[in-house]
């Protein structure tokens, strides 16, 4: 870390970091403000606004028109710029189709400000696997994912995707039902998939060059994602250490989103009763066995799943440290290792010469206290000043 230290940014780019700034710059003065680059959450969804009970869930694909949701959507990427957070990669849209591409591309042309995103458009869901229940049988709702099945219906389903405009792929490769928990202490239930149709629909993906991440929260469907060749693993709840070591050694990212692990699951996991009680004890320890073998651990909140104003997406960092991490480490998960994940190495998540304009800062030093970045009041996205504290920023005096 350098006091005083010197970053300059041309249009929408950093173009030196130390060293005297050219004369003819702006200068802006931090003060004992700490600058990072702009944070990356690497597990989104713009187009909820909260899905704490099945209710809150049904209402918004049943009751919410789809463009009520897109206005309420373009409030979310303001509250995300706010807590410093310039990148997204937002991971479904919950019923609300291909709206995700059309918002990230009203945000590259300018027409609404917000975060950078990488979008997934629908997530993929095996035929029957995802249904909202509770209503009579003979009546036919939204569903909140694509729906395939088959080999050559999950390499349909991929290439409809892709001509859509996605720049990821979305698999649920497990779904909850028959949760149960195994002898030597994971949760398990019956994975949606063959194998077979998860090969299938990653390789197509992989060989149209785009990524796949896998929503698995038992073990069996983590294992079978994980041979599939996926590129990220969403929640992890139960990994064993061989399955930890498997992602280690071909290079499968982890984004455990252990805030909504907090605010959705851990909160109703009482009054679902066993094994839902054990979800966050079996979660931790797989997080454990992740850093222990070395997978990259990358920050992802799963916003969308809690409410966008309920909680700083920051908060994520803090439970890392909570778990052991140091802040660095933790800062890390937030922008080199998301960057590497999202393969913007370079161009996102650091402050060096040729990468994007997108900065934060927050008072004090958070290598110290984490919980400064939840106090991010400086946020700079593509070059321009888009949050700012009540009293502005000082000009820096003339060199």
């Given at each position: 870390?350098?006091?005083?230290?010197?970053?300059?940014?041309?249009?929408?780019?950093?173009?030196?970091?130390?060293?005297?700034?050219?004369?003819?710059?702006?200068?802006?003065?931090?003060?004992?403000?700490?600058?990072?680059?702009?944070?990356?959450?690497?597990?989104?969804?713009?187009?909820?606004?909260?899905?704490?009970?099945?209710?809150?869930?049904?209402?918004?694909?049943?009751?919410?028109?789809?463009?009520?949701?897109?206005?309420?959507?373009?409030?979310?990427?303001?509250?995300?710029?706010?807590?410093?957070?310039?990148?997204?990669?937002?991971?479904?849209?919950?019923?609300?189709?291909?709206?995700?591409?059309?918002?990230?591309?009203?945000?590259?042309?300018?027409?609404?400000?917000?975060?950078?995103?990488?979008?997934?458009?629908?997530?993929?869901?095996?035929?029957?696997?995802?249904?909202?229940?509770?209503?009579?049988?003979?009546?036919?709702?939204?569903?909140?994912?694509?729906?395939?099945?088959?080999?050559?219906?999950?390499?349909?389903?991929?290439?409809?995707?892709?001509a859509r405009g996605v720049d990821w792929i979305k698999v649920y490769a497990t779904q909850g039902?028959?949760?149960?928990?195994?002898?030597?202490?994971?949760?398990?239930?019956?994975?949606?998939?063959?194998?077979?149709?998860?090969?299938?629909?990653?390789?197509?993906?992989?060989?149209?060059?785009?990524?796949?991440?896998?929503?698995?929260?038992?073990?069996?469907?983590?294992?079978?994602?994980?041979?599939?060749?996926?590129?990220?693993?969403?929640?992890?709840?139960?990994?064993?250490?061989?399955?930890?070591?498997?992602?280690?050694?071909?290079?499968?990212?982890?984004?455990?989103?252990?805030?909504?692990?907090?605010?959705?699951?851990?909160?109703?996991?009482?009054?679902?009763?066993?094994?839902?009680?054990?979800?966050?004890?079996?979660?931790?320890?797989?997080?454990?066995?992740?850093?222990?073998?070395?997978?990259?651990?990358?920050?992802?909140?799963?916003?969308?799943?809690?409410?966008?104003?309920?909680?700083?997406?920051?908060?994520?960092?803090?439970?890392?440290?909570?778990?052991?991490?140091?802040?660095?480490?933790?800062?890390?998960?937030?922008?080199?290792?998301?960057?590497?994940?999202?393969?913007?190495?370079?161009?996102?998540?650091?402050?060096?010469?040729?990468?994007?304009?997108?900065?934060?800062?927050?008072?004090?030093?958070?290598?110290?206290?984490?919980?400064?970045?939840?106090?991010?009041?400086?946020?700079?996205?593509?070059?321009?000043?888009?949050?700012?504290?009540?009293?502005?920023?000082?000009?820096?005096?003339?060199?």
């Amino acid at each position: 870390m350098t006091a005083d230290g010197v970053v300059v940014c041309r249009g929408d780019r950093i173009e030196q970091v130390g060293g005297p700034p050219p004369p003819d710059a702006e200068l802006l003065d931090l003060g004992d403000r700490t600058l990072l680059p702009g944070l990356i959450d690497a597990h989104t969804h713009v187009l909820l606004q909260g899905n704490r009970s099945r209710e809150a869930y049904a209402h918004q694909i049943l009751r919410e028109d789809p463009a009520h949701r897109v206005v309420r959507a373009v409030r979310s990427l303001g509250i995300a710029l706010g807590h410093g957070f310039t990148t997204l990669r937002d991971l479904g849209t919950e019923g609300c189709g291909f709206a995700d591409v059309a918002i990230r591309d009203a945000v590259a042309e300018g027409v609404v400000p917000g975060p950078g995103l990488l979008v997934a458009g629908p997530a993929i869901g095996r035929t029957g696997t995802y249904p909202i229940l509770g209503y009579r049988s003979d009546w036919r709702f939204p569903v909140g994912v694509a729906e395939c099945e088959g080999v050559e219906g999950c390499r349909s389903e991929v290439r409809r995707e892709i001509a859509r405009g996605v720049d990821w792929i979305k698999v649920y490769a497990t779904q909850g039902r028959g949760l149960h928990l195994t002898d030597d202490g994971y949760l398990d239930a019956p994975p949606p998939w063959t194998q077979a149709e998860l090969d299938a629909l990653v390789d197509e993906a992989h060989r149209q060059g785009l990524r796949v991440a896998a929503h698995a929260s038992e073990a069996t469907g983590t294992d079978m994602a994980v041979a599939a060749g996926v590129d990220s693993i969403e929640h992890g709840y139960s990994i064993r250490p061989a399955t930890a070591r498997a992602m280690a050694a071909r290079g499968v990212a982890l984004v455990p989103t252990l805030l909504v692990a907090r605010e959705v699951s851990g909160n109703r996991a009482a009054e679902r009763g066993a094994p839902w009680t054990e979800v966050p004890d079996v979660h931790r320890r797989s997080v454990e066995n992740c850093r222990q073998a070395g997978v990259p651990i990358v920050c992802g909140t799963d916003v969308g799943g809690f409410g966008w104003e309920d909680v700083n997406q920051a908060e994520e960092l803090r439970i890392l440290v909570e778990l052991g991490w140091s802040p660095l480490e933790a800062i890390q998960s937030a922008t080199l290792l998301a960057a590497r994940l999202l393969q913007r190495e370079g161009q996102l998540g650091e402050l060096t010469a040729g990468a994007a304009a997108d900065l934060a800062a927050c008072p004090g030093d958070p290598l110290e206290e984490i919980g400064r970045v939840l106090d991010i009041d400086v946020v700079v996205r593509a070059g321009r000043v888009v949050v700012a504290p009540p009293n502005g920023l000082n000009p820096a005096p003339a060199a």
